[in-house]
């Protein structure tokens, strides 16, 4: 087909959308339906523990399961804090640091009417760390301990009450709870007295796979009819414990669409109501046509991860804080993003209780980022090679081929030759638990994950702690500092607040002094939606509560 080239790319892709109308779904207008365009590639796991990142918590997590702890996003003017899930209350044990109760909320059912207590609670702990545990599932370990590295073991008092024990004091664990989806035993258990098997672990296996196509939590959300890389359908739980958060809408329908203008297209040709991360060239288009655009600064870093191992080009801190100075970061969101992102100058912004004094400042300077790379011995005729893995789409990847496009402009102009080494969102994101040293990183010595940064252990503990380096969690560079490690300490068991937040704080700036990434971008999360969405909330966090959400 040949299109004449004055075409505006709104157009252009709305007539591509029309042209494979035919394959979307119909729905009947009996029930309300919200159809929402993915930015990831597949439906993210649906047996419990989602992968794809937080856009696999915010699909297939937070929606068909509920956590002991969870997030509170009611609110787009304040930041999202953590609050009762389905434990209502938690403490820990003055003499023993390591030893936290959690008591229980009465009266929860899993979807298939199971009821919730503490048996529930310890096997879904046991899921993804007690090796000789029927359930244990080696699948659901890395996207699950690595966001709660200190958990050790879970042990009922009563039916509704379990003790949890960390190896270390461990201040951050109610936090790190909010990532452990509880599902149904007894769901599973009878998949597996029905499954085929030549042992106890292949029955497990084949247990898990059924689960995944049937699956049972305590969420707002059940699962309807599940397609993989196609379509997931979910209904309303009208008997959910939080009746404030029954969903309003009968069904949602999940597609994964990585492309940014295929998911634009659908939305103005009528075939999803709802899409994440549109087109930033088609906003002006969206507007225009009355679609509403949704924004908010989110605790999330969109960043390159730098290796720290031997031979890494970025060991030389000049080279660290040449790239964090070459790049234009208001001259990226006005120009490329349209507006959607907020300059990253850190993990934390100033006014952020763990923000700090930095004393290196992040901001772009061209001049000051050539002399320090012309001290580490590169200049015009001679460049210094770089690799990054990357990917095409995925979670709060925001643009990442476009943006990585101009990071490699931009960079060249200070005597970098960036290699982009682009592959598949899931993949790179489990290459991101591998590390550096494993052969999956293709010889790149930087990778580009986003990561957020709603607690301690996610924004900082699990990048900057020696011991959290692969394949216990994300240390993906092996940085290994002892004054990093101290603090982390420090941090970890402290249990007052305010001195905890010191600590932490502390922690950052040192973080930014060692430029221990390159800094880039906050994302705003942009979501752009038909008007006949209503009752959306955007919140200050990756997530967000679809239970909210009315269609007109």
Not at 42 to 62: A, C, S
Not at 213 to 232: I, V
Not at 254 to 274: F, I
Not at 452 to 473: K, N, T
């Amino acid at each position: 087909m040949l299109i004449k080239k004055n075409m505006t790319r709104a157009a252009l892709i709305a007539l591509l959308a029309l042209g494979s109308a035919a394959a979307w779904p119909r729905v009947a207008s009996a029930e309300t339906v919200l159809r929402i365009g993915m930015t990831a590639a597949d439906i993210p796991r649906t047996l419990g523990q989602p992968d794809q990142g937080f856009e696999g918590n915010r699909f297939t997590g937070l929606t068909m399961y509920d956590a002991l702890t969870g997030w509170d996003l009611s609110s787009a003017d304040k930041p999202s804090v953590v609050i009762p899930g389905l434990a209502t209350e938690w403490k820990v044990d003055d003499a023993d640091k390591t030893k936290w109760t959690f008591k229980l909320r009465p009266g929860v059912t899993f979807h298939d009417g199971s009821p919730f207590n503490a048996d529930a609670v310890v096997w879904n702990v046991d899921k993804v760390l007690k090796q000789d545990a029927p359930q244990f599932d080696a699948s659901q370990v890395g996207v699950t301990a690595s966001r709660m590295p200190t958990l050790a073991s879970a042990k009922k008092i009563d039916d509704m009450t379990v003790e949890l024990t960390t190896k270390e004091p461990d201040s951050f664990l109610p936090i790190n709870l909010t990532n452990l989806f509880m599902a149904s035993p007894a769901k599973w258990q009878a998949f597996y007295d029905k499954a085929e098997g030549a042992d106890a672990k292949a029955k497990s296996q084949a247990a898990w796979t059924a689960f995944a196509k049937d699956a049972s939590g305590t969420g707002p959300w059940k699962m309807a009819s599940f397609t993989p890389r196609e379509r997931l359908e979910l209904v309303k739980n009208a008997s959910y414990w939080d009746k404030a958060r029954v969903p309003k809408v009968d069904k949602m329908v999940l597609l994964p669409m990585p492309e940014a203008n295929a998911r634009t297209a659908a939305l103005l040709s009528g075939q999803v109501d709802w899409v994440e991360a549109p087109a930033p060239d088609a906003l002006p288009e969206l507007k225009q046509r009355g679609f509403k655009l949704y924004a908010n600064e989110q605790p999330h870093v969109w960043p390159w991860q730098f290796s720290r191992i031997e031979g890494s080009p970025w060991n030389d801190i000049r080279v660290r804080k040449a790239a964090n100075l070459c790049v234009d970061r208001e001259g990226l969101k006005d120009g490329l993003l349209a507006g959607l992102m907020v300059p990253a100058t850190g993990t934390f912004e100033p006014g952020h209780p763990w923000r700090g004094k930095p004393t290196f400042e992040i901001k772009y300077d061209k001049a000051a980022a050539q002399k320090l790379m012309q001290e580490a011995g590169f200049g015009p005729n001679k460049k210094l090679t770089v690799k990054i893995q990357t990917s095409a789409s995925g979670s709060g990847q925001m643009q990442p081929l476009p943006m990585n496009e101009y990071l490699q402009q931009a960079l060249a102009e200070c005597y970098f030759d960036v290699k982009l080494d682009v592959i598949e969102w899931n993949t790179l994101f489990t290459n991101w638990r591998r590390g550096a040293k494993d052969p999956s990183a293709n010889g790149s010595n930087a990778t580009n994950v986003t990561y957020a940064a709603m607690d301690p252990f996610f924004a900082l503990v699990r990048f900057l702690q020696s011991s959290m380096a692969p394949p216990v969690s994300n240390n993906w560079g092996f940085i290994n500092d002892p004054k990093f490690d101290e603090l982390v300490k420090k941090a970890r068991q402290t249990f007052d607040p305010a001195a905890r937040d010191a600590a932490l704080a502390e922690l950052h700036a040192a973080s930014v002094d060692d430029a221990a990434f390159l800094y880039v971008a906050h994302d705003v999360g942009p979501r752009a939606m038909s008007p006949k969405v209503t009752g959306v909330v955007q919140p200050k966090s990756w997530f967000i509560d679809f239970s909210l959400v009315s269609m007109q």
